[in-house]
């Protein structure tokens, strides 16, 4: 038997907010990695986790130190110079993006910036799950969808601030779900539904979540973890779970609450997905709309009213991810394109799903292009009339082979590297600078590179043992600084002062450096250096050699 909700709802309207950029989403990845000298670096820096920043051509040079800032408007260089040489002060090197600062809206939510002017296409498909027979979702449907959950959620007792643990596989319903989250003024965590129990039910017991939603994936992970389930799909194999359908239709029947709730700010925390960070435990990382907004600002800001309601994103990296959720759904339902959802990777399923849906956009990792390069099955497909456009690889370092095979079977198809973090949001940044849809988007940065400084960012690179802010060309630990950096781990202050410091900047615990292009490239993390008679090895460097030869599929190196 599943529980009949008994609810009392509120309405909750997704007001439009008109904003300047209108943009596409791009993609994620971990670090692109490029060998260097051996480099005189310690291993006893700050770290922040893994993920993606596909950077941008940064246009600085040195700057001025805050403190400093406004005295440049009224002395000129010289004059700037003669205060720190007496006030002992030394120039940082601070870099910034080559192209202008993007705005940002106020006192917006996610859920508003990402549907705002949905009306206009109501009858489009927005999400569509890739198997056949697979469910999809108009933007009608989905801005309905999200709005009912919200008022269920309310009705049931979410309040702001509470999280709520999303269990769920990639489906077409999982955006409608985290965005209903986020509309109530709760909190979306995701969670990999297929990891083992005791995995799921410690990030629902250390994020104090109020509720679950999970299928039959999760359910028997989850039905013991304390807190009321929210079941979708076959609620028949889900005893004790409140079925999704019957929610939303009893949120459709109540009325108004009998009690004020708090409005949803900007400044409030919408997200708290988890990251192991530097020490390898895992952490939530709380993320507020502000964060997520502005990450979306920089990372669509080259997308133009030309890919509006045009863009095909394949939607095959998870969802529970930052990136998935972010860098890949809200992205390209904000520039009102459709998200073609895969839950598992399956060869056959994927590449009919790029034939038959014109995928233009897809963020694979390096094994998925293997596959597409040198598998059999991909024989069985007419992959010469492919829409594709452009493919973000993530996850793990592009062989040069690998690249040099897929660019030669897909000559017409843009790849590009990237490089984020999930306490920056994910930084979603790019080797394109926009482009025609039909075309596709401008290289302009190295295909070896992560790319360029996205707008609004700042970025640095510092000697891990001084602190100091190293020139270009010089190999350091990336920092970042920006509106999208978390608010910090939950309930980890200690954590959270060794990856910010106090000035703002985020601590990556990567080892990277930006050339004379303003091109960024990621070396290593500094925890996995390995000391060799006095010098300092790059695992990557070690790990690009071997992946160089035809039998090598992937490598790892450590030490």
């Not at 920043?53 to 440049?72: D, E, F, I, V």
């Not at 039909?438 to 290289?443: A, E, M």
Request: charged share 20%.
């Amino acid at each position: 038997m599943t529980q009949r909700p008994n609810l009392t709802c509120t309405p909750l309207a997704l007001t439009p907010h008109k904003n300047c950029v209108t943009a596409a989403g791009r993609m994620p990845s971990p670090s692109s990695r490029q060998p260097r000298p051996p480099l005189l670096l310690s291993t006893n820096a700050k770290a922040a986790p893994f993920l993606l920043l596909a950077a941008n051509a940064l246009a600085t040079t040195n700057t001025r130190l805050p403190t400093t800032g406004s005295l440049q408007l009224r002395m000129g260089d010289a004059a700037i110079a003669a205060v720190r040489e007496e006030q002992g002060e030394e120039e940082e090197h601070i870099f910034r993006s080559r192209f202008p600062p993007v705005a940002v809206p106020d006192d917006v939510t996610v859920p508003e910036f990402v549907l705002a002017g949905a009306e206009a296409y109501a009858d489009k498909v927005a999400l569509v799950e890739a198997a056949p027979g697979g469910r999809s979702y108009t933007y009608g449907e989905v801005c309905r969808d999200v709005a009912r959950f919200a008022r269920a959620l309310r009705s049931v007792g979410v309040r702001k601030g509470h999280v709520v643990v999303v269990a769920l596989p990639n489906l077409a319903v999982y955006p409608v779900v985290s965005l209903g989250i986020m509309s109530a003024g709760a909190v979306f965590s995701g969670v990999n539904p297929r990891a083992a129990a005791a995995e799921i039910r410690k990030q629902v017991e250390d994020s104090e979540a109020k509720l679950v939603v999970a299928n039959e994936v999760a359910y028997d992970k989850v039905k013991g973890a304390g807190v009321p389930v929210i079941g979708i799909g076959d609620v028949e194999r889900m005893p004790g779970a409140i079925s999704w359908d019957e929610l939303l239709a009893a949120a459709d029947r109540t009325g108004a609450p009998v009690v004020a709730l708090d409005p949803v700010q900007q400044s409030d925390l919408c997200a708290l997905p988890y990251s192991s960070g530097t020490t390898g435990v895992s952490k939530g990382v709380m993320l507020s709309h502000r964060n997520l907004v502005s990450n979306l600002c920089s990372s669509m800001f080259a997308v133009g009213q030309e890919l509006l309601g045009q863009v095909v994103t394949l939607g095959l990296m998870p969802f529970f991810h930052i990136y998935g959720i972010t860098g890949i759904c809200c992205s390209t339902l904000r520039h009102k394109g459709t998200v073609v959802v895969m839950d598992r990777f399956d060869l056959r399923t994927f590449l009919g799903a790029l034939v038959t849906h014109r995928v233009m956009f897809a963020p694979l990792v390096p094994p998925v292009m293997l596959a597409m390069v040198k598998s059999p099955v991909a024989d069985e497909f007419d992959l010469s009339g492919l829409a594709l456009r452009s493919v973000m690889t993530a996850a793990a370092p592009l062989a040069p082979d690998l690249l040099a095979a897929f660019q030669s079977k897909f000559p017409g198809v843009q790849v590009e590297e990237a490089y984020g973090l999930t306490e920056h949001s994910c930084i979603t940044l790019t080797h394109a600078g926009g482009g025609d849809p039909h075309k596709g988007p401008v290289q302009i940065a190295k295909k070896n590179s992560v790319g360029f400084i996205l707008p609004n960012l700042e970025v640095k690179f510092i000697d891990p043992d001084t602190g100091r802010s190293l020139p270009r060309n010089t190999p350091g630990e990336v920092c970042v600084r920006s509106q999208a950096v978390m608010q910090g781990y939950y309930r980890q202050k200690e954590e959270t002062e060794r990856t910010i410091d106090d000035k703002g900047w985020l601590h990556t615990g990567d080892v990277g450096y930006i050339d004379d292009d303003g091109d960024v490239f990621i070396v290593d993390r500094i925890k996995e250096l390995i000391k060799y008679k006095g010098f300092q090895v790059a695992p990557a460097e070690l790990e690009a050699i071997l992946l160089s030869h035809p039998s090598v599929e992937d490598a790892a190196v450590f030490g």
